[in-house]
């Protein structure tokens, strides 16, 4: 059984602060991983992903990984008003697709 | 433009009625995938489909059926047999090799 787990949140953060995004996944062979934010009522956009231990780091987006404790995690940095939306982490499996399983997300609220 | 396109954006259903879903992407994207997403919850693979005239079942392919006659259309039918439907409903579509998979705007389906 293939399981994503997230804090589901709220996480509520001033303007300006880090806002930090856990997910720990339950497949030791997985390989990539993807944060997705979605605004309500929204579709998904892909904002991330990573393959590698350790850090990727993308405008105000890190995203970290550790594979040997089945970890992946988001930092936004200068949280902004927009950024307040639910943040998914998914992973992908099955050789050769794109069959994503998502953790539920987490919703975050950045305060003005 | 290129992209993928759902309708329609809201649904009705009522009790006992099967109602058809339409998804199509010009994107030229091989894979296409249909995802269940629940209030406060992740999404949740329903049907996927990786060439034309083939699919597999997801995670919760009860109650639904889909087709992939075309490359670009992968219609989902929600069966009376779906004891449960209201959802929000996402298809996506993903081109081998790359990153990122792109969604269609979502349907929302509504049991009256």
């Known amino acids: 059984q293939k399981e994503v787990e997230q804090n589901s949140g709220p996480l509520s953060v001033p303007e300006g602060a880090i806002a930090s995004l856990n997910c720990t996944y339950s497949?030791?062979?997985?390989?990539?991983f993807f944060w997705y934010r979605q605004y309500s009522g929204k579709s998904p956009e892909l904002i991330m992903s990573?393959?590698s231990n350790g850090d990727k780091e993308d405008g105000r987006f890190t995203a970290q990984l550790n594979k040997a404790s089945q970890y992946v995690s988001l930092l936004i940095r200068d949280s902004q008003p927009s950024d307040s939306a639910t943040y998914l982490c998914a992973v992908p499996w099955g050789a050769g697709s794109y069959q994503l399983t998502f953790g539920k997300g987490t919703k975050l609220s950045v305060i003005p | 433009d290129g992209g993928i396109t759902q309708s329609p954006k809201y649904l009705f259903r009522k009790e006992g009625q099967n109602v058809t879903l339409s998804c199509e992407q010009n994107l030229n994207h091989d894979a296409m995938y249909w995802y269940r997403q629940d209030p406060g919850q992740g999404l949740r693979l329903i049907y996927y489909s990786q060439i034309v005239n083939d699919f597999q079942k997801g995670d919760i392919a009860e109650g639904y059926s889909v087709s992939r006659e075309k490359k670009e259309s992968f219609p989902l039918t929600v069966t009376s047999a779906q004891k449960n439907p209201t959802a929000f409903y996402l298809c996506?579509?993903?081109?081998?090799?790359?990153?990122?998979?792109?969604f269609g705007q979502g349907t929302r389906l509504t049991v009256v």
């Open positions: 497949d030791r062979g997985s390989q990539s």
């Open positions: 990573i393959y």
């Open positions: 996506a579509s993903h081109f081998f090799g790359t990153d990122e998979a792109f």
